[in-house]
């Protein structure tokens, strides 16, 4: 992932103790949130408003996955491979993580210009009122900061880091191959795979997600809407619900679906780059996360982008006549510079043509 500088903006953590806070305080409360909320398991006229499940495993898995990304921008995948054991492993090391006081917490707290270390959301400054969460963010060995957390255990949970953090890497690049096969794009086509085609020099981070249960869960928010700035993002949700995403319903509207926890699946979403190389016809998904009065919610998501050096634009084979590039070529740290002064307007900032008139170019 990028150089520190660029990413989100630092803003001063504010020491709250979610988990002692008998009531909602006005700095996290929020308006509206149940507004445009779809219900899922429901199907409407035919046209069903799940969150698509696909098997890995399936013969079809490329051209369901194409579907889904088309349509949704998010799937849950099954026959993964990832032991569930190491999910347990990685949920442990969160919950551990997050249970220890907020002194403690605070010795590995990130640091201004820094990516990596315990706070607040990194998006939180977009927004007026705060969330009701706090994340952990991993980028590189994990050991600096875990030393300061567990002066004794701390290998214990590199480990588990260091092997989850390889698995999602194996997983991603088996995935970034399905996803380029549903666009048409072959090996041939890409030439930044590396060696033996398996993306070894893609860059990722880790961010870890404590959502402690809240005494008024309708007026606050867990995670506010945003896009991530991945080419996709593999997360896994422990088996609370909490996590929506915005899809456009039969009837012309949009509106919040939840994506329902399915033991041992994970949850595959669009982000901003795979929106970019894909043209736009893969979008990227717009998402949050709710909270809940009684259940802490925890949830581990894997961002995956290109190497450092590579530019990512609208794949050639995805360009023609009637669809001109949608966007500029921008490397992962560009844009996640973009993002952090523009946030949820960052990708119009790449655009070079608007889809819907597609032959007029805005720049
Ligand atoms: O907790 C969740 O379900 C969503 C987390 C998320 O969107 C993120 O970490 O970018
Ligand atoms: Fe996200």
Redesign the pocket.
């Known amino acids: 992932m990028p150089s520190p500088s660029d990413s989100y903006i630092h803003i001063h953590h504010k020491n709250t103790d979610l988990y002692s806070l008998q009531e909602l305080p006005e700095s996290h409360t929020w308006t509206n949130i149940n507004d445009n909320t779809l219900t899922y398991n429901n199907s409407e006229k035919g046209s069903n408003v799940n969150v698509p499940v696909i098997d890995l495993n399936d013969p079809n898995a490329s051209k369901l996955i194409g579907h889904a990304c088309k349509t949704w921008g998010v799937f849950q995948v099954v026959n993964h491979g990832v032991p569930l054991s190491l999910l347990d492993d990685i949920e442990l090391v969160g919950l551990t993580l997050f249970s220890l006081p907020s002194q403690q917490k605070l010795k590995a707290a990130r640091s201004p210009d820094a990516v990596s270390g315990y706070g607040l959301?990194r998006i939180s400054s977009f927004f007026p009122k705060l969330m009701w969460?706090e994340?952990f963010t991993i980028l590189g060995s994990p050991l600096q900061h875990f030393r300061q957390l567990w002066p004794h255990d701390y290998n214990k949970y590199c480990g588990i880091v260091l092997q989850y953090d390889e698995t999602m890497k194996k997983l991603a690049g088996k995935l970034m191959w399905v996803m380029l096969d549903s666009l048409g794009i072959t090996k041939e086509d890409l030439k930044w795979a590396g060696s033996n085609s398996q993306f070894n020099e893609a860059s990722a981070a880790l961010?870890l997600?404590s959502?402690p249960s809240c005494p008024d869960p309708n007026r606050a928010m867990?995670?506010a809407p945003?896009t991530?700035s991945t080419l996709f993002?593999i997360?896994y949700?422990n088996n609370i619900e909490?996590?929506q995403v915005k899809h456009d319903g039969s009837d012309g509207g949009s509106g919040w679906v939840t994506?329902p926890p399915l033991p041992g699946s994970l949850?595959i979403?669009v982000g901003d780059l795979l929106h970019i190389l894909s043209n736009g016809f893969y979008p990227s998904v717009l998402?949050?996360?709710l909270v809940n009065r009684t259940r802490p919610?925890f949830?581990v998501?894997y961002?995956y982008g290109p190497p450092a050096h590579v530019e990512i634009c609208p794949h050639a084979k995805l360009v023609g006549p009637s669809r001109p590039a949608l966007y500029r070529p921008v490397t992962w740290d560009e844009y996640l510079g973009i993002k952090a002064k523009h946030f949820n307007k960052a990708l119009s900032y790449v655009q070079l043509c608007a889809p819907s008139i597609s032959n007029v170019c805005l720049m």
């Open positions: 959301a969460s994340g961010q997600n959502y867990g995670l945003h991530d993002t997360l949700q909490g996590l994506v949850v979403n998402h949050r996360a919610r949830s998501a961002l």
